[in-house]
């Protein structure tokens, strides 16, 4: 993901495009060629072919107590367990290989045998990421177009709630154990999780990729527009609401949610909105600029010098491509002037988004992650570092002194890049989108007494109480605490109310410019008409953020 400032603080140790979310397993994608839960791929001289992966016997789809359901694609078989039944690593579309690299996604090609969708999923291919040593990640495969879906066993056309990963659009999987649904489709709901394509492989684009008639780039975004239409085709067949559909994603996932907001093809796919650590919902690189950078980045290839350089990619092993992303990082969202135009922050002020009730925040320290190993800046280092992302008509005096107050210059960085990157942008785009509908807006300060890592509530944080599952994250306790489990009630309680009726209770005002709203999330939570000690006005009033 490519915000619309850059933070060259650290090279390696502070990169935005590394999310809480996210973490890469290393692994081999052939390796995963006879995975039960993976469509394989027949290859003839001229065409690819998609064939229904194999199943076990029917004696063993019984001794698993499934549920069976009819989907467009043909039949599947899920897991029953206890009031849950769950299906996994379902395909939504044919495996992006080959010539299908770098294509717009298609559904997978029917099968007749019944599809057993108990085998946990694999994750699209990525690099190492900086939480992949507290984040459990699923080996990759270039085969990855899959999603999960949890419900009750007696679902009967309950509200869906489609989670979208983060991961700087680089890492992460929708099939990682933090994001099982289980606890809120407890609540009553059917919850389904999406992969979609990371990385050079969801977002390069070239000059020979601009000569088509259709969308350009966001291959990983046209994946999460198909998942959608798959959601809508067949949810109803698992019990849940195609007419009622909440889309929820965190950091690159909540970006994801803010272009799906923009993008007309997305309308109608969904009904609810929940952006968590989504920033402003602004920042796609133009099409020139996302050009230039796949240029780059052939360049580093060992396709720089072919003449038809788009069909040596294509061939290249998904381990060359994943090389050249460790020198050369392509993860960026683009306006390709067709399919993705305009961002939902432009529209917001422009008074053309459309009326989607919307849940959107941050947490109070996101930058900790960020800048770990980051050394104390000097006196004389700081306003230079506060000065980097701010626009060349900032007043930096006026900025630098609204963190005076903090103890040291790390957390007077840490709080103001905070300011900068998430929170201040969450609250001007609710303010501007609150003129379409419904916003509603949050902000988590709870700091866990159980947190191993000393980062407090930084990026991610929410998500092990989103989904209430601490396992989900290696080092925490396998049971909250009282406060942490209080915590996780309040948010899944106001989540599932949300996708429930577009409304999260009474308890949470909605927001305005005119009467700013916040539900501080805590054990206790509390409305409160500002955050972040006021500092996002005065920002604003000191030039930090662009025109627009």
């Not at 006026?398 to 963190?403: F, S, V």
């Not at 300011?419 to 201040?424: I, L, P």
């Not at 909605?510 to 920002?539: K, Y």
């Amino acid at each position: 993901m490519k915000l619309s400032r850059s933070f060259p603080l650290v090279a390696g140790a502070f990169s935005l495009a590394l999310f809480v979310a996210a973490c890469s397993g290393a692994g081999n994608d052939e390796a995963d060629a006879t995975s039960m839960s993976s469509v394989l791929v027949v290859e003839s001289s001229s065409t690819t072919t998609t064939v229904a992966p194999a199943v076990t016997t029917t004696e063993v789809l019984f001794e698993r107590d499934p549920v069976n359901v009819e989907i467009s694609s043909g039949p599947v078989a899920g897991v029953l367990d206890g009031d849950l039944v769950s299906f996994l690593a379902v395909p939504f579309a044919a495996p992006p290989v080959d010539a299908r690299r770098w294509q717009p996604p298609v559904p997978p090609e029917p099968w007749t045998d019944p599809y057993l969708a108990d085998t946990p999923g694999l994750a699209c291919p990525q690099n190492e990421g900086i939480t992949n040593t507290f984040l459990v990640t699923p080996e990759p495969t270039e085969d990855c177009l899959t999603l999960d879906i949890v419900a009750p066993a007696d679902a009967d056309s309950l509200p869906v709630m489609v989670w979208i990963h983060g991961g700087g659009f680089a890492t992460g999987s929708a099939h990682q154990p933090l994001f099982d649904g289980s606890n809120l489709a407890r609540r009553g709901v059917v919850t389904v999780a999406i992969n979609y394509r990371l990385g050079a492989l969801g977002f390069l684009v070239t000059d020979q990729l601009t000569t088509g008639d259709g969308p350009i780039g966001n291959w990983g975004i046209q994946d999460q527009v198909l998942a959608l239409q798959w959601v809508r085709d067949n949810i109803a067949e698992f019990g849940g609401d195609p007419t009622n559909v909440t889309i929820y994603g965190e950091s690159a996932g909540g970006f994801s949610v803010c272009t799906h907001l923009a993008l007309p093809v997305s309308a109608g796919l969904f009904h609810q909105a929940i952006i968590q650590s989504g920033a402003g919902c602004d920042g796609p690189v133009t099409l020139q600029e996302a050009t230039g950078a796949g240029t780059s980045f052939v360049n580093i290839t060992p396709c720089a010098q072919e003449e038809d350089q788009l069909a040596c990619l294509r061939a290249l092993p998904v381990d060359a491509l994943l090389e050249a992303a460790l020198d050369f990082d392509i993860s960026s969202l683009v306006l390709d002037g067709f399919w993705f135009t305009e961002s939902a922050m432009t529209k917001a002020v422009a008074g053309t988004l459309a009326s989607v009730p919307i849940i959107t925040g941050s947490n109070l320290d996101e930058m900790t992650l960020f800048t770990l190993g980051v050394e104390e800046p000097t006196d004389e280092e700081l306003p230079d570092l506060i000065a980097e992302p701010l626009p060349d008509f900032a007043d930096v005096g006026a900025i630098l002194a609204l963190y005076a107050n903090q103890p040291n210059n790390l957390v007077a960085l840490q709080t103001f890049l905070t300011d900068v990157t998430f929170s201040c942008p969450a609250k001007r785009f609710a303010d501007a989108a609150s003129a379409a509908g419904p916003v509603w807006q949050y902000h988590l300060t709870h700091r866990s007494t159980d947190e191993p890592f000393g980062l407090g509530a930084t990026h991610g944080a929410e998500l092990v109480y989103v989904f209430g599952n601490p396992t989900g994250i290696v080092g925490l306790a396998e049971e909250f605490n009282d406060d942490d489990a209080a915590l996780a009630e309040v948010i899944m309680a106001s989540w599932v109310e949300f996708a429930t009726n577009g409304d999260p209770g009474p308890d949470w005002p909605a927001h305005s410019p005119f009467a700013p709203m916040v539900r501080r999330l805590e054990p206790q939570p509390e409305i409160v008409d500002t955050v972040r000690e006021g500092r996002c006005s005065a920002l604003e009033a000191a030039g930090a953020f662009s025109l627009q």
